[in-house]
């Protein structure tokens, strides 16, 4: 005998939305799926974690579960760049799923291509005296083989 496939529950809408690009910092990031989701005895079963550019845990420990929404709430943030959201969540079904998803933060924020806005193209620091260091060797030897000819 066959039995049917359980769907698991899905995303259907976040703010931000998911690959979005926003200038303005939010105070908290919510999530909406396409099923109820329910809480597991004591533990902690439903949760969400952002993290910011630069890596750093920026969201807060006081997520809120409304129905099929969960809601946390998330640090002030200076990082621009792209902007990773963890959830992990149970629904009716008992099941947990976990997903992730990025958006962009602020005006000059890498795009989802990879494509930066602005200028770029500068050497990196580091290289400067490396080439300055190079050229005075390669200049020393070019005088020391020109002396030794003479």
Known sequence: MASGANAHAALILSDPAVGSKIAVWPTSISLEFNEELISIGDE???????????????????EVVTGSRIRVSVDPN???????????????????VEGEYTFMYGEQAETAEGVQTGEKSKLPTYLYPSLF????????LYAYKRKKSN
């Open 78 to 96: 200076t990082v621009e760049g792209p902007v990773l959201v963890f959830y992990r969540i149970v629904s009716n079904d008992g099941h947990a």
């Open 133 to 140: 260091i190079t050229s005075i060797l390669f200049f020393g």
């Open 44 to 62: 902690k079963s439903n949760f969400v974690s952002v993290n910011n550019a630069a890596g750093d845990q920026i969201s807060r420990d006081d």
